[in-house]
């Protein structure tokens, strides 16, 4: 989800829409049978992103972009998010959406994210 918000709007309004772009998100994961861990775990979480969670969301990032036709368009790598994201001054903030460790593996993985910033070209930095 590209929470691209105009600087115009107050702060409460841009938080509003970004909880409504969250809860879709939320609804999106629960229709497409996110596996569930239990009789009331959804089978995610969702947590800030972390340095490490760079190269998927690039990752993401150049899906979403490619479905939308505009793959061609897209220079960020993990480097950059990293770079732009995780320093003294981030220039976006960003939610993951995790799925929850697989038992028998351990493993775990992202399966969305949420990314949010009053003007930062999520595409190229």
Same mark, same amino acid.
Request: hydrophobic residues 30%; aromatic residues 10%; glycine residues 8%.
């Given at each position: 989800?590209?929470?691209?918000?105009? *600087?115009? +709007?107050?702060?409460?309004? +841009? *938080?509003?829409?970004?909880?409504? #772009?969250?809860?879709?998100?939320?609804?999106? *994961?629960?229709?497409?049978?996110? @596996?569930?861990?239990?009789?009331?775990?959804?089978?995610?979480?969702?947590?800030?992103?972390?340095? @490490?969670?760079?190269?998927?969301? /690039?990752?993401?990032?150049?899906?979403?972009? @490619?479905?939308? !036709?505009?793959?061609? #368009?897209?220079?960020?790598?993990?480097? #950059? *998010?990293?770079?732009? !994201?995780? !320093?003294?001054?981030?220039?976006?903030?960003?939610?993951?959406? @995790?799925?929850?460790?697989?038992?028998?593996?351990?493993?775990?993985?992202? /399966?969305?994210?949420?990314?949010?910033?009053?003007?930062?070209?999520?595409?190229?930095?």
């Amino acid at each position: 989800l590209n929470c691209d918000h105009r *600087l115009s +709007r107050p702060l409460p309004q +841009r *938080l509003s829409l970004l909880d409504k #772009k969250l809860r879709r998100l939320l609804a999106y *994961l629960e229709m497409s049978g996110t @596996e569930q861990n239990g009789p009331s775990s959804p089978g995610y979480v969702i947590r800030k992103a972390r340095a @490490e969670d760079c190269g998927e969301i /690039a990752k993401m990032i150049k899906e979403l972009a @490619e479905h939308d !036709g505009l793959g061609h #368009k897209v220079f960020i790598t993990e480097n #950059k *998010l990293k770079e732009d !994201g995780f !320093g003294e001054t981030p220039y976006f903030h960003c939610f993951v959406v @995790e799925t929850t460790s697989d038992s028998s593996s351990g493993t775990s993985s992202l /399966a969305g994210y949420l990314m949010y910033f009053f003007m930062y070209d999520s595409y190229n930095g």
